[in-house]
């Protein structure tokens, strides 16, 4: 008896870390879409003082439910001019680093506010950047990783 529920345990997991893995890669298949494509509005953009940051959870795609790291997570930054971005990171997010900016009107329904901080100006879109990271690992250097960084 334990022995099978070990094994079915097991392939619960396995089948978990597949799921998750293929959630975080966005399904983009190297397909990426640019809210700003102009170098001099992304340079705009990434010198931008941020002031509030809302730390963000939604649920993995394809499931309806958060259970604890099974979610993905980023922070979603109000600028001076009061436009939002996301700042988050997966698999496959972007192509010389894994931690992306988007503006947030991208963001669905699903993602909720987990705790808000002031930065007063004191960091830029930038840094937020930097403390994600450019790789992304499921096991070492996931989300939630890239997140609780940009949060510090």
């Not at 939002?84 to 680093?97: A, C, D, Q, T, Y």
């Not at 963001?107 to 450019?134: C, H, L, P, Q, Y």
Request: hydrophobic share 40%; charged share 20%; net charge positive.
């Amino acid at each position: 008896m334990f022995f099978t529920r070990t094994i079915i345990l097991a392939a619960f997991l396995a089948i978990l870390v597949l799921q998750v893995e293929s959630s975080f890669s966005g399904g983009s298949g190297g397909s990426y879409n640019y809210d700003l494509s102009k170098m001099s509005e992304l340079t705009k953009l990434y010198n931008s003082k941020v002031y509030k940051v809302d730390r963000m959870r939604r649920p993995l795609e394809g499931t309806s439910f958060q259970l604890g790291i099974i979610s993905h997570s980023g922070v979603r930054a109000t600028l001076a001019d009061g436009s939002m971005w996301l700042v988050h990171k997966g698999k496959g997010f972007g192509i010389s680093s894994q931690t992306v900016v988007v503006d947030a009107r991208h963001m669905g329904r699903d993602w909720k506010i987990v705790e808000t901080k002031n930065f007063r100006g004191s960091k830029t879109i930038s840094d937020f950047v930097k403390a994600g990271g450019t790789d992304y690992s499921l096991i070492f250097d996931n989300c939630h990783d890239g997140a609780g960084r940009m949060w510090e």
